[in-house]
């Protein structure tokens, strides 16, 4: 079998290996398709503070299982799966209260245990969930960054009517949009201020405004909320410009989600007096739990969201480009989501 292994900034090279054999309480899948992820092109970059080659990247796929080796009996060799990319260690305070992405020992694939860019990949048994057999595969391969956007939803509270401002309209931004849209937001505003990105947004049909244009952009606030603010924002850009800007039009009781990761140690200027006077929260989100995934892979299984999701899939390519792709995807703003086609499915 072949891997991609991320052997220096900006370079990737393809290994052949043995196919795995699953030991006690593993599983082996054989990937059909995976996304690079922002976060991929982050380490491949050479800005991962701790990531180092060589090692092999990605978290976001979608295959078919090709062998297990557990008491499981709801997964069976040829179905199709995903599996949750975080290893917990079941023993500590975050593991037992559900929480594993809180793992204080967490192993997390691509970024300090191997990743999925890999044609066969071997993986704990009970983190593997199933698809329905008729899923549309290549919106399957999309199950991680969905996860990202149940869990962080889930975090943010969101009710049945509330309206959402989002700062950043890349990928995560309109994967969480087309989420609070499918919650049940009634009005959802993208703050962009990149044109490539704000024409993109449009023309998958939502509202954005340019947080540059002043004038233009609180009209499009008040437009959405009636003059009120925001029920729920997500801040995606990790800028603390957009921090500010997203905290300042909550409504009172306002929740702002931290999705974008700033480096570590960053500290952020809040106004005190809005967390005060307006009792507005500020939360963070960390990766997703099983569940979230379970959830994603649920919507995926049903259908409902394919005809927005579809339009997060922007280029494919053969394993052997896999250079190409991680270039492509790194250089190129209109790409959402490149896949790699492991195999054929
Ligand atoms: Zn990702
Ligand atoms: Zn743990």
């Known amino acids: 079998m072949k891997k991609i292994v991320w052997t220096d900034v900006n370079q990737v090279k393809i290994v ?108 704990s048994a009970d983190r593997v969930i199933r698809f329905d057999d008729n899923v549309d595969v290549k919106i399957a391969a999309l199950v991680e960054p969905l996860t990202v956007a149940v869990h962080d939803v889930r975090r943010s509270g969101l009710r049945l009517g509330e309206t959402v401002l989002i700062g950043g309209a890349g990928p995560i931004g309109l994967i969480i949009a087309m989420t609070c849209k499918f919650a049940g937001a009634s009005n959802v505003l993208l703050s962009e201020i990149d044109p490539i990105r704000i024409k993109m947004a449009r ?22 909320t009636h003059g009120r603010g925001f029920d729920r924002a997500f801040e995606i850009t990790s800028a603390q410009s957009s921090f500010t800007n997203l905290l300042l039009h909550l409504k009172k009781g306002g929740v702002l989600i931290q999705v974008g990761m700033p480096p570590k140690g960053t500290q952020f200027k809040v106004d005190l007096d809005k967390l005060i006077y307006s009792e507005c929260e500020v939360r963070g989100v960390r990766h997703h739990t099983m569940n979230d995934m379970q959830q994603a892979a649920s919507i995926i299984n049903s259908g409902v969201m394919n005809d927005t999701l579809k339009h997060l899939v922007t280029a494919e390519y053969p394993l052997e480009e896999c250079l190409d792709a991680f270039m492509r995807a790194k250089n190129d703003k209109t790409m959402l989501r490149v896949l790699i086609k492991f195999a054929e499915d």
Not at 98 to 104: P, V
Not at 204 to 210: R, S
């Open 16 to 123: 052949e290996e043995p196919i795995p054999v699953p030991g006690p309480g593993q599983a082996v899948i054989r990937i059909l398709y995976a996304g690079i992820c922002g976060s991929d092109l982050h380490v491949f970059s050479g800005l991962h503070p701790t990531a180092k080659p060589p090692m092999v990247l990605g978290h976001e796929a979608v295959g078919v299982l090709h062998a297990i080796n557990s008491g499981r009996t709801d997964v069976k060799p040829g179905d199709l799966v995903c599996t949750h990319t975080v290893e917990p260690c079941h023993n500590c305070e975050g593991c037992s209260t559900g929480r594993e992405n809180l793992c204080d020992n967490v192993k997390i694939m691509g970024t300090n245990l191997d990743g999925i860019f890999t044609q066969y990949i071997c993986v």
């Open 203 to 224: 023309d998958l049909g939502f509202t954005v405004a340019n947080p540059m244009e002043a004038e233009e952009f609180e009209a499009a606030c008040n437009a959405a």
